[in-house]
């Protein structure tokens, strides 16, 4: 899971390496799943989506894998450079005031550091 | 260019004062969004809109006010109810309600 705030958990990686970073989702009744990137001081940036009828998708350089079971999803993210480095953010569609109107709700974040 | 813009990129408010922050799109996307992060925070969920003249409450909807009079504008209120204000606060917006979300570039508001 992601636990944010002062206690931001961190992955530090070596560029060239292979990054995972995991989240731990709410709602079994979400259906949609998505990864942002946030770098300091903007707004968060579409990195990679998955609906819930599968367990895995690619895109260039990133994986996203699902598994509903225990409600897990994982980024995946082949050969990191120091230009990945950034704040990563998952998020789940799911209806906060069960109004049948659905919303991202993000967790709580994993800082990603790439030592060139 | 397409895209949302949000303004001011700073603000501040005294006590006691109402401030409204703005958001326009021109993606032509039906539903919006306001969140709020606090630093070294994720991203918490203030108000939603899928259709103008329509919006719902999210997970921290207390001492703000939301309109959504037109399609491209969202505008959220921080009224003197809310006790905390400071925080980055980010407008997003949605072809498909509820997915793939397009950010602004976020108002910084703290509290002099």
């Known amino acids: 899971g992601e636990s944010v705030g002062l206690h931001l958990p961190t992955l530090s990686v070596q560029e060239g390496d292979n990054s995972i970073i995991n989240c731990a989702y709410s709602n079994s009744a979400s259906d949609y799943f998505i990864w942002y990137k946030q770098e300091s001081g903007k707004g968060p940036q579409f990195i990679i989506d998955i609906r819930s009828n599968m367990d895995k998708r690619q895109g260039q350089r990133v994986t996203v894998l699902l598994n509903k079971t225990v409600k897990h999803l994982s980024l995946q993210i082949a050969a990191t450079q120091p230009g990945d480095s950034a704040v990563y953010f998952c998020a789940e569609n799911r209806d906060p005031m069960d109004t049948g109107r659905r919303a991202l709700t993000f967790g709580s974040g994993t800082r990603l550091q790439v030592q060139p | 260019d397409g895209g949302i813009t949000q303004s001011p990129k700073y603000l501040f408010r005294k006590e006691g004062q109402n401030v409204t922050l703005s958001c326009e799109q021109n993606l032509n996307h039906d539903a919006m969004y306001w969140y709020r992060q606090d630093p070294g925070q994720g991203l918490r969920l203030i108000y939603y809109?899928?259709?103008?003249?329509?919006?719902q409450k999210g997970d921290i909807a207390e001492g703000y006010s939301v309109s959504r009079e037109k399609k491209e504008s969202f505008p959220l209120t921080v009224t003197s109810a809310q006790k905390n204000p400071t925080a980055f606060y980010l407008c997003?917006?949605?072809?498909?309600?509820?997915?793939?979300?397009?950010f602004g570039s976020g108002t910084q508001l703290s509290v002099l």
């Open positions: 997003a917006s949605s072809s498909d309600r509820g997915e793939k979300l397009f």
């Open positions: 809109s899928q259709i103008v003249n329509d919006f």
